[in-house]
Every structure is written in structure tokens, then in C-alpha cells.
């Protein structure tokens, strides 16, 4: 795709933005109880501490959160590798500030699911901005979807 197809494919309207934010929300909040199912799972029934439990949880949701956020959302034709590498980038700088703090917050008797669901809000919009503005800036409405 040229570079100017490319820019005008990714222009959207205010109510296509709100639309696409409404799309990203929808998809994470089922990211996020694939999250929340297996933290659950790992924190209720073994004995991992906070930090396995949740980098586990995490990244099953993340590969989740790509895949149908890339297809549906961003509508992206984008290099399926180069996306993953940028996405990739975001999480090692996101994994273990948040990891770090939710084990923090665990040792200091703040409650594992209050330090869950703050840390989830957090990636979600962090993520969508990430997304929006880095991983597919250029690059949305480019796949078959969007024709």
C-alpha cells in the first residue's frame, strides 16, 4: 500500500475513534477475564506466589488481546511479526514495573485482586495507546476486513 493510501486508511473520525477505543475496551475486558480466570486458578489452587501467578495470567491474555485486537479492532494487515516485536516492547518495559509493584503491594497486605484489577486498568490503556499511535500507526484499516 502506498504511503498516502496508507495515511488515509488510517484517518478516522471522531466516532470511528470512539468506536475503535469501544472495540479495544470490549476485546481487553474478555482478555482480561482469560486473566483473571487463570490468576484465579494459579493463586487459589497452588501455592505460587503473587508474581508466577500473574505473569502467567498476563501472558495468555496478551496473546489473546493481539491476535483479535489486530484482526477486528485496528483492522491491520500490518508485518504479524514486526507488530508482535513492537507489542513485545511495550510488555518489557510494562511486565516488570507491574510485576515488581503488584508484589510490592502483595507484601504490603494490599489485597492481590485490588493490585490485579488496578494493574489491568492500567495496561488497558496504556496498551490502547501504545497500540493505536506505535504498533499500527499507518498501518489500520489495511486488512481484508476493512475493504
Known amino acids: 500500500m502506498k504511503t498516502e493510501e496508507a495515511k488515509q486508511a488510517a484517518a478516522l473520525t471522531p466516532g470511528q475513534t470512539a468506536w475503535q477505543a469501544l472495540k479495544f475496551t470490549l476485546f481487553s475486558a474478555s482478555a482480561g477475564l482469560i486473566q483473571v480466570l487463570l490468576f484465579t486458578l ?9 508474581w508466577p501467578s500473574y505473569l502467567i495470567a498476563l501472558t495468555a491474555s496478551v496473546l489473546y488481546n493481539f491476535t483479535v485486537n489486530r484482526r477486528f479492532t485496528f483492522k491491520s494487515a500490518a508485518n504479524v511479526p514486526k507488530a508482535m516485536l513492537l507489542v513485545l516492547g511495550f510488555y518489557l518495559v510494562f511486565t516488570p514495573l507491574s510485576t515488581w509493584l503488584g ?21 488497558l490503556v496504556l496498551e490502547y495507546l501504545y497500540c493505536r499511535f506505535v504498533v499500527y500507526r499507518g498501518q489500520m484499516n489495511t486488512n481484508d476486513l476493512a475493504q
Open 42 to 50: 494459579f493463586n487459589e489452587v497452588t501455592s505460587f506466589p503473587y
Open 103 to 123: 508484589d510490592a503491594a502483595e507484601r504490603a497486605g494490599v489485597n492481590d485482586y485490588l493490585v490485579l484489577g488496578i494493574t489491568m486498568l492500567c495496561n
